[in-house]
């Protein structure tokens, strides 16, 4: 049993001492539920840590970086030792932080307990990543304000992919449309036409 005890000393109207009194409580269950506190801690602490393919990180009330996962260094460049105590602004682009985007998002996240937004974020070497980032505003039992949680992930492969399909696709658009020896042209599932290139001006039928 885990119990505190509080002994106090009695004395008689004259001031002098005729014994003690003793007061002892129980604190087997708070000591139970404060030690599985402190295990969930852990474990979600070594989860986060161990996390790869996310930035995961917490900001103190002021936006200073206060903790860091392998995530955040692989993606942003920092180890831990090098960002922690550090602004959060420092993972932005000059111009972002001097549009006062990196203290906006803290604002509006403040305000609405989130925020999420994509952009371009800055490494530790000073490169540019497609970022998707998640804020979220962390309070204590009492509903204060601790900080906040981030979350940050880096599409952008995807985003390569997709500018790299749209400009394949405006190449095959201006080479289709340059032809002029042949007809090229597409139709919708309904088989009406919804292209039509310069060919079409040596093809006098449609069939």
């Known amino acids: 049993m ?20 003793k007061i002892t409580r129980d ?3 708070r000591r139970k539920h404060q030690l599985q506190i402190q295990e969930s801690e852990a474990r979600y602490r070594m989860l986060v840590e161990g996390v790869m ?21 692989k993606i942003k460049g920092y180890k831990a030792e090098e960002i922690i105590g550090k602004p959060f602004s420092l993972l932005y682009p000059d111009h972002a932080v ?14 609405e307990g989130h925020f999420e937004q994509e952009g371009w974020r800055k490494r530790k070497d000073g490169s540019f990543f497609w970022a998707n980032t998640s804020i979220s505003t962390l309070y204590n039992d009492a509903h204060q304000e601790i900080g906040y949680s981030v979350i940050t992930r880096d599409p952008t492969s ?23 020896d042949y007809a090229i042209f597409l139709l919708d599932p ?14 006098r039928d449609i069939r």
Request: glycine fraction near 10%; avoid cysteine; hydrophobic fraction near 40%.
């Open 2 to 21: 885990v119990s505190r005890v509080i002994i106090t000393s009695v004395k008689d109207p004259a001031g002098q001492p005729v014994g003690y009194a």
């Open 27 to 29: 604190l087997t269950e």
């Open 53 to 73: 393919d996310y930035a995961i990180f917490l900001l103190d009330p002021w936006g200073m970086v206060s903790s860091w996962n392998l995530g955040a260094e």
């Open 98 to 111: 001097q549009s006062g985007m990196a203290t906006y998002s803290l604002e509006i996240a403040k305000a």
């Open 158 to 180: 995807r985003k390569l992919m997709e500018e790299g399909l749209r400009e394949s696709e405006e190449r095959y658009r201006l080479l289709v449309e340059g032809v002029k």
């Open 190 to 203: 309904s088989g009406r036409v919804s292209s039509w290139n310069l060919g079409r001006n040596e093809s």
